[in-house]
């Protein structure tokens, strides 16, 4: 059972039936945002469920658990660090979504947006991808057995490419120089062509699976939430969705608190950073998406023009910080020293936190989550390997090498 009641535009706010397969508000062409009648759900059956995105159904929009789409999606780990909480000088832990089915937070989206679609009686599906979504749509749409087509960036990294020929299902490669091409073009394939778009937030349900962050952070962290969370930023959908999962939380009444979310650009293309500093309520087009190491955030400018994750920040009392492709690299380095293998994106929280950490912002008495978004194994030519000694099969050599490596 679901207690969801209807869609709502952010731009006119029309209301809209959600048992429609309405993605764009037919009224203006805004994005459209899931409501829910929370009075009646049950915290006990929720803890007596099997653990996974399905376990918080009822704060989900799916009504009929026969459309439930379940490829292991939701409750990853949540670790904690001690040498980057003695780094960054804070309670660390990071929240590692690269243990999902297809190694990256994606899977929760489109565990929860393609059951949606099943239940709504889609029969072909399109999204844009810069490789991590593209998985996740190819696994969830072929366990269910609906055909699409997906579009993905150019300059993807070869181990996303590898893992979309795995699941065959058709591959465009998209070449873009500015983000409001590609919006515009997917905004057609929806409004005009008709086609089921699952592009996050012209797609409604996608974001909803980033709700169970929230629930999760506060059932793992002993029914309380995290004084912070740093989530990276692509289109915004992870740092907006748990921004509705903590309000979830707190209009049920099982928390009064709500962390401060941080988000992370890169240096590169942070164009949601400079509108967060100029105050600005949308952001503008900056950079050059194809010039920072971290792909799967990249872009000259969000989808929507940033709106969602600039007020999911600001209303939590959150900042949203530029991260350079040197610090990256150092947070990949210092997250495998807590045994945590991490793409680019995702290890843009590790220096995030230090900074946030060293202005004061994040105080040595508070808990900080760090959204690890994917496996480093979706990226590992970000990288660099140096070159690496050898040794023959010899008691000389392996005495010569243990003297010089284990000191």
């Known amino acids: 059972m679901s207690f969801v009641t ?33 009075g009646a759900i049950s915290l006990d059956r929720i803890l007596s469920s099997p653990p996974g995105v399905w376990r918080w159904h009822e704060l989900l929009p799916v009504e009929d658990a026969r459309h439930f789409v379940d490829i292991g999606a939701g409750d990853s780990p949540l670790i904690h660090c001690p040498q980057l909480s003695s780094w960054i000088g804070a309670q660390v832990l990071v929240k590692y979504e690269g243990q999902q089915p297809t190694g990256s937070l994606k899977d929760r989206s489109f565990a929860v947006a393609m059951a949606k679609a099943a239940e709504l009686g889609v029969r072909g599906a399109i999204t844009y991808s810069s490789g991590n979504a593209a998985a996740s749509f190819a696994a969830h749409a072929n366990h269910i057995g609906l055909p699409g087509l997906i579009l993905v960036n150019a300059w993807a990294d070869r181990a996303k490419l590898a893992a979309l020929y795995a699941f065959g299902m058709p591959v465009v490669l998209l070449d873009w120089s500015d983000f409001r091409h590609v919006e515009a073009m997917m905004a057609h394939a929806v409004g005009v062509m008709g086609i089921y778009g699952f592009v996050n937030f ?31 930023i692509g289109t915004g959908g992870g740092i907006f969705g748990s921004w509705k999962g903590y309000r979830d939380l707190i209009a049920l009444g099982w928390t009064d608190s ?13 164009s949601v950073v400079t509108a967060f500093r100029n105050g600005a309520a949308e952001a503008s087009p900056e950079g050059d998406p194809t010039a920072t190491i971290a792909e799967a955030v990249a872009s000259n400018l969000p989808l929507d023009a940033g709106r969602r994750p600039l007020r999911a920040i600001r209303e939590t009392g959150g900042q949203a910080v530029a991260i350079t492709d040197d610090e990256m690299r150092d947070g ?14 995702g290890a843009s929280t590790v220096w995030a936190a230090k900074h946030l950490a060293e202005s004061g912002a994040i105080r040595p008495d508070e808990t900080v989550v760090l959204l690890v978004t994917a496996t480093g194994l979706k990226q590992p030519e970000a990288v660099p390997l140096a070159e690496l000694p050898r040794m023959n099969a010899t008691t000389g050599d392996l005495e010569r090498i243990v003297k010089q490596w284990m000191k």
């Open 6 to 38: 209807d869609l709502r535009c952010d731009r006119c706010a029309a209301v809209w039936p959600h048992r429609d397969p309405v993605l764009l508000c037919p009224a203006c062409g805004g994005v459209l945002d899931a409501h829910y009648d929370l």
């Open 202 to 232: 012209q797609n409604p349900w996608r974001h909803e699976g980033y709700k169970t962050y929230a629930y999760e952070n506060w059932l793992d962290l002993g029914r309380r939430v995290p004084h912070h969370q740093i989530h990276p």
């Open 258 to 270: 709500m962390p401060r979310l941080h988000g992370t650009q890169p240096a590169l293309c942070a």
């Open 332 to 345: 990949i380095r210092r997250l495998g020293r807590e045994g945590i293998f991490a793409e680019p994106a």
